[in-house]
Structure formats: C-alpha cells, structure tokens
C-alpha cells in the first residue's frame, strides 16, 4: 500500500501533474491539500481515468481545501471542521485496515504572536483541538494514517537553518511544542524520522523565492505522515520525489510517499 500526500497549490492548474506523478509513484492513495477550487470544479473524470475512482474531497473558491483519490473504495468519509471554521482543512476516509485523515493546518501568517496575529492563533488553536481529538476519537490499539501539510517543521534539521528560523512562523517553539503534543496524542510514528536520521537535513518545501532552490537549499519539512504505533511495523518505506519540483509550473511542495504492509501489522 503506498500513501502520497503533496499540497499541490490548485488542483485544476496542476491537475495533470498530479498524473505525473501518479504514473511515476504508482501510489495506491493519493492526499492532496490545497486544491483551491469549489467541489463543483474537481476535476474528477482526470483522475478516474488514471484509476483513481474514489474521490473524497472538500474544496472553496481560491483557498485551501482537501482530496482523498483512492484505487480503493472507501468503506465511509467524513468532513471535519475546527476551530468554529468552515474553511476547508480536515477530511477523512476510512479504509478496509486502516482509518486516513489528511490535515492541512493553518499557514499562520507572518508575526509569531497569537496576541497581534489572529492567523498564528488560529494555526495554534487548531493544533490544540486536533491533540484533543485524536486523544478522545482513538484508542492506542487502533490503526490510523495522518498526513498533510502540517507547515511546521519539527525538528532542527527540518530546516536550512534552526538557528535563524526560531522566530520564523513554522520553526517556532510554540508551533513545534504543540505538533509533539499532537503526536503523542496517539503516540504517532514520524514515518520520515523513521527512515531519515535525525541529524540529517530532509525538506519537503522550498519557497518559490528561492530562484535556483536546489543551490540555495533553503527548505523546510512542513509535510507529514505520521502512522499509529499498531502500524510502524507494517511501515516499509519513506520517499520523497524532489524532480516535481523541477517541473512545468510546479507546487512549491513535494509529494511525499509511505510505503504500508498492512499483512505485517
């Protein structure tokens, strides 16, 4: 079983780069975030011809929104909202092993105080609900797939520089402190620091700024999946496809992937 997750930045700009993607990757599940279109706009029968005819999705106009492109049938969906919002960032689907929730957390805005930034309270506040309710909604013996982007990035060698990122919205201890809360809500496996050492760089965003962004190298990991304790066996592989990022018109994100044994867990 192989999980991409990749926040495409328009699904209707990008649509055929998704299929790109799908014909190199071969994913069985494919989670996208920010799609930024309105439901009636999906472009469903793009994806449904590549083999992907389960599609669960959530979208608005320009902003945000999620989808859930699947080979395999959904045993049931469902649509999250948070923090009082309707805006689009938490949809789930439940599968024959396994139950997927794909998150895409607020940006945050730019000044890293919830005091004067309603944004960054709300990335915070969002966080916060989301440990709560996995704590409640599971227990430790279930399993269960989180993937997303997070935009956060955890650890010290998530980032090009730790040092200089500290007060940058995304690296700051308030965001990081309130993700590892969120992990150990359901004592979630980081499948990339599984396979990835911790001291060793791994990015999976770099900003569309940055005009030649594999010399400058300044990126950050703000994508995730994360898999329940009952799964990290069956977790076989973690990858990241960074030649999307060199294609026509791409995403600023990469599509990440695990690779699941669900007969071993």
């Given at each position: 079983?192989?999980?991409?997750?990749?926040?495409?930045?328009?699904?209707?700009?990008r649509?055929?780069?998704?299929?790109?993607?799908?014909?190199?990757l071969?994913?069985?599940?494919?989670?996208?975030?920010?799609t930024?279109t309105?439901?009636?706009?999906?472009?469903?029968?793009i994806f449904?011809?590549?083999?992907?005819?389960?599609?669960?999705?959530?979208?608005?106009?320009?902003?945000?929104?999620?989808?859930?492109i699947?080979?395999?049938?959904?045993?049931k969906?469902?649509?999250h909202?948070r923090?009082?919002?309707?805006?689009?960032?938490?949809?789930?689907?439940?599968?024959?092993?396994?139950?997927?929730?794909n998150l895409?957390?607020?940006?945050?805005?730019d000044?890293?105080?919830?005091?004067?930034?309603?944004?960054?309270?709300?990335?915070?506040?969002f966080?916060?609900?989301?440990t709560e309710?996995?704590a409640?909604k599971?227990?430790?013996?279930?399993?269960?797939?989180?993937?997303?982007?997070?935009?956060?990035?955890?650890?010290?060698?998530?980032?090009?520089?730790?040092?200089?990122?500290?007060?940058?919205?995304?690296?700051?201890?308030?965001?990081t402190?309130?993700?590892?809360?969120?992990?150990q809500s359901?004592d979630?496996?980081d499948?990339?620091?599984k396979?990835?050492?911790?001291?060793?760089?791994?990015?999976?965003?770099?900003s569309?700024?940055?005009?030649?962004w594999?010399?400058?190298n300044?990126?950050?990991?703000?994508?995730?999946?994360?898999?329940s304790?009952p799964?990290?066996?069956a977790?076989?592989?973690?990858?990241?496809?960074e030649?999307?990022?060199?294609w026509d018109?791409?995403s600023d994100?990469?599509p990440?992937?695990?690779?699941?044994?669900?007969?071993?867990?």
């Amino acid at each position: 079983m192989k999980i991409v997750s990749w926040n495409i930045n328009s699904v209707r700009l990008r649509a055929q780069t998704v299929v790109r993607m799908m014909d190199i990757l071969n994913p069985d599940i494919v989670c996208l975030q920010e799609t930024k279109t309105p439901d009636e706009f999906f472009p469903h029968e793009i994806f449904s011809d590549a083999g992907y005819a389960h599609q669960h999705i959530q979208g608005m106009k320009s902003y945000n929104g999620l989808a859930i492109i699947s080979k395999h049938p959904f045993i049931k969906t469902e649509i999250h909202h948070r923090c009082g919002k309707e805006d689009c960032r938490h949809i789930a689907a439940h599968f024959e092993g396994f139950d997927l929730h794909n998150l895409y957390i607020p940006a945050g805005g730019d000044e890293p105080d919830p005091d004067i930034n309603d944004k960054f309270a709300h990335k915070l506040n969002f966080v916060e609900e989301m440990t709560e309710w996995f704590a409640d909604k599971y227990k430790s013996s279930d399993r269960v797939v989180t993937v997303g982007d997070f935009n956060i990035a955890p650890y010290e060698h998530d980032v090009w520089s730790h040092k200089q990122l500290l007060n940058v919205v995304s690296h700051t201890p308030p965001e990081t402190k309130r993700l590892e809360a969120m992990r150990q809500s359901l004592d979630f496996v980081d499948s990339a620091r599984k396979f990835v050492p911790m001291d060793e760089k791994s990015y999976s965003w770099w900003s569309y700024r940055n005009r030649d962004w594999r010399k400058s190298n300044r990126g950050r990991r703000l994508d995730h999946i994360w898999v329940s304790k009952p799964l990290e066996n069956a977790l076989k592989k973690y990858a990241i496809h960074e030649d999307a990022r060199d294609w026509d018109k791409p995403s600023d994100h990469i599509p990440i992937m695990i690779e699941l044994d669900l007969s071993s867990s």
